[in-house]
Structures are given as C-alpha cells and as structure tokens.
C-alpha cells in the first residue's frame, strides 16, 4: 500500500543552513552531533518532506567520520521528537518569549522529547541532554547567541519538570501529539478506544519477522534464535516478535531469505488472501514487496505485482531476488488497468490500497504532521476508483481482499459497505475486518511521565502487538 505522505517534497536537509548538514567542531560520534542532525531532520519535516527522506538526505551528506552508531543515534532522536512534537513545541510557546530561529526551535525540540521521558524511558542522562544541546548550538557560527537560551530554557524546564508536564496534560493537543483533528477523528471512530488508539500510536514499534514457510517454522526458527542467545516469542502463524530490535545483519537467516521484516498484522493479508497453488494472482499497489513475497512463499503462484512508482517498484525485485522467488513486476497505475493489463483475469486481487497511513503511525510518527484532514476524502475517492477498476479482472468464483492500514472508517468499513452496495455480483466473505493497533508488552509513557495504556483494558496482555489495518474480503459470484 502506499504509506507515503501527501507531501513528496524533496527533502529540504540538504539544503538548510546553507549546506552544512553537521554542527561544526562536533565529534560526530556525540550526542551533540546527533541532536543538530536530527534538528535538521525536523525541520525537513516541518517544510514538508517525510522523515525518512529527510534522514536519508542527511547521511547522504554526513562526514566520513560518522559512524552507524551516529545514524541510529540521530534517527532514534528525530522518530522521538516526531512522537513528542507537539509537547515540545508546547514547551518552547511556554519558556521562550520570542519565537527562536527555526533550527534553534528544532534543536530545543528534539532535547525536549529527550527530557519528558522518564527515567525508564529516557535514552540519556537529563544533565547531558543539556550539556550537548548547548554544544551542539554552540558550534554553529550563527547561533552561537542562542546557547545561553538553550541552557536557560532546558534547565528552567528540569527543575519545574513535573509542574510543566502536569501543565502538558490540560492541552490536548500537547499531552497526546497529535493534530486537534486527528484526536477528534479518533475519538469520533473509537468512543470507547480512543485513548488506547492515541497511546498505541506513540508507543515504539516492535521489530517482527515473518518467517519464510518455504525454508522453516515458528517453532524451529524460535530455536535458531534461542541458539543465538536471541530472545523472541512467536506473534502469529508466520511471525515472530524480537524482544529487541536488531540491524538486520545480525538477524540469522536474513540475509538468506529465511525471514522478512513485516509487521504481524501485516501478514494476514497474504494469509487471508487464500491462494493456491496454480491460481493468478495480482498484487496491486504492491512495494515494497512484502506481501507479495508472503503470497509466494505460502503457495505456486503466478504473481503480478503492480507498482506505479517506478522507483519503488525496484524494491519489489530486490525483496523477492533476496527470497529466491519472482513475480511479474510492472509499472502502471491500478485504477487504470488498460495501460497494463494483458486481458487475463485473476483469481485473487490483493487491493492493498493508497491510505492515510493512520494506522502504522507509531512507525512513521511523521505522518501525523503531513497529513491533512482534507486528505482523506481524497483517498477515498482514489481507493474508489482502484477497486472499481480492479473488479472487473477478477474472475468469476474468484476473491478481492481490500486491505488499509488506516483506523479511519472512512477508508475502512465505510468502504467495504460502498463496494458491496456497488457491486451486485459481490459476495462478502469473512475476513479480520478492523484491527485497531495494539501493544502486547509495556506501554509508552505519556508526557507527564506515568505509564498509559490500560484505561480501556487493551495495550497489554497476551494479543499478539500489531499495527492497525482494515480487511475486507469479496467473492465474484
């Protein structure tokens, strides 16, 4: 599906403060040197690019010196500040009398989102935050004024922290951090979960793979990783959940195609989509190639996967190469098939459609920022007009399974009724429907520093945790 934000802009990190992308005088394997990369990786955001964009145009650019450490230091940062941006611009409208430049904004923001944590949350001392972030303003020429603001600004907020982050929690929009429409949209779909929704969305995201059942089993890979002093626990027929993430080169069996990245609630669609052995299959809107790497590995397919963005659609070739498995791969748009389609019809279409993302937000905690409520009306009618196209190759007997990762019923239920009604040779069949995200170990904390997540009796528990998605399953009479 096409979790890409509204915005495609270019990223605009490489080109903020005049092309320097790293605080001079700064070794880069500091937390000061992450901090000013990650301030520009803010500010990417702010004018419109997607965070991982934003932060791929940054290590384009940083020094040799820089290590994998500093990347992941600087990405854990900028996805923290992305999850706490609201909070901390709450903040800086609070203890700063005049609106900073925007890299001084950005930086004191992604110190804040550092800060609010607690203690068994935060990633580094308080007193360090501080020392690097003066540093890390400090070594740029033109903000060298403002490191007694940042000092004075971090240090006042340490010693009212609980006052200020009870303050936090009487504003909405800064205690949960998101955009007053998305909280309202929320609360409007989910009355009685909305909370939880909120919390699921902030929470970190789980590393969960899904074992190739062409190469081995849950089981037997829970031994493999047992062996390699690697905890995890089984999350689904073909998942399993890392008690810690790792780089995927330390991942047995990765590199060999025995496992994919691919979140739990994400596998069902291949699971759901039921093909069999010899059947046709089309993957629509289909990179990175997940799913269709999935749809391969649990039958003898033959698979077109289907892409409009033809630089994304490279990825498909380059998933499936590291499976050992092929797919038809073409470029086209899925709500015109007369560009691409060769007059054979499917026997199953997944329709895994372009949507606002809302329900993978605790991944890409950017989209929060990017999106605008005038989109959605917007994506409805474009999953509209995919899946009235894509209908008519369906064969007769044949199934279309609708797939989101969207909590909005607008694109989800909303959806599924409108096709049923429209189409008269529809049969809907059973499938999860919504799946609201969910979080099976300790939830985030929230701003004011206390643990959240059970108010409504979800967030923990034996429920495997995944991401939100919407599955709707129609069977051509």
């Not at 919390?199 to 059942?213: F, H």
């Not at 739990?264 to 669609?269: N, R, V, Y």
């Not at 890409?364 to 509209?384: F, G, K, M, N, T």
């Not at 049923?420 to 999860?432: E, S």
């Amino acid at each position: 599906m096409n979790r890409k934000p509204p915005s495609q802009a270019v990223s605009h990190a490489s080109r903020s403060h005049g092309g320097r992308l790293s605080a001079l005088h700064l070794a880069p394997d500091s937390l000061g040197f992450a901090l000013d990369c990650a301030a520009q990786a803010v500010g990417a955001v702010r004018a419109g690019s997607a965070l991982p964009a934003a932060l791929q145009a940054l290590f384009a650019h940083l020094p040799h010196a820089s290590t994998a450490a500093t990347r992941g230091a600087t990405q854990d940062i900028a996805y923290r500040t992305m999850r706490r941006l609201a909070t901390a611009d709450w903040l800086i409208a609070r203890l700063v009398r005049k609106a900073p430049p925007p890299h001084v904004g950005n930086l004191l923001a992604c110190a804040f989102a550092l800060l609010v944590d607690d203690a068994d949350a935060a990633a580094y001392a308080p007193f360090t935050v501080v020392d690097q972030a003066v540093d890390a303003i400090g070594a740029r020429r033109e903000f060298v004024f403002a490191k007694g603001l940042v000092n004075a600004v971090l240090r006042g907020f340490l010693r009212d922290r609980e006052k200020m982050l009870t303050a936090v929690s009487t504003d909405e929009v800064a205690y949960w951090s998101y955009p007053a429409w998305w909280i309202d949209a929320v609360r409007r779909a989910w009355p009685d979960r909305w909370e939880h929704v909120l919390e699921a969305g902030n929470a970190q995201a789980p590393l969960t793979l899904r074992v190739n059942a062409r190469r081995t089993n849950v089981d037997d890979y829970l031994q493999l990783l047992t062996s390699h002093q690697i905890a995890a626990t089984r999350a689904g027929d073909h998942a399993v959940t890392l008690a810690n993430a790792l780089p995927v080169d330390r991942i047995p069996g990765f590199a060999d195609g025995v496992v994919s990245v691919q979140d739990a609630g994400a596998q069902l669609a291949a699971q759901w989509l039921g093909a069999r052995d010899g059947m046709r299959v089309l993957d629509a809107c289909a990179a990175p190639g997940g799913k269709t790497g999935h749809v391969l590995e649990l039958a003898d397919v033959e698979v077109v996967a289907l892409e409009s963005d033809a630089s994304r659609a490279v990825r498909i070739g380059e998933n499936l190469a590291r499976l050992g498995l092929a797919a038809d791969t073409k470029i086209g748009d899925a709500g015109d098939p007369s560009a691409w389609h060769d007059g054979r019809l499917f026997d199953r279409i997944l329709a895994d459609v372009p949507c606002s993302a809302s329900g993978i937000v605790r991944r890409h905690p950017d989209i929060r920022w990017l999106r605008r409520e005038s989109d959605i009306a917007a994506l409805v009618d474009a999953q509209r007009r995919i899946v009235s196209a894509l209908w008519p190759l369906v064969k007769p007997g044949g199934e279309l399974l609708y797939v989101t990762c969207s909590i909005f019923p607008e694109e989800c239920e909303a959806q599924a009724a409108w096709f049923g009604k429209q189409h008269q040779d529809a049969v809907r069949l059973d499938a999860p429907g919504q799946l609201l995200p969910t979080v099976a170990r300790a939830p985030a904390a929230t701003p004011d520093g206390t643990r959240a997540g059970n108010r409504d009796g979800q967030g923990t528990g034996s429920n495997p945790d995944h991401d939100g998605f919407f599955y709707a399953r129609f069977q051509k009479r």
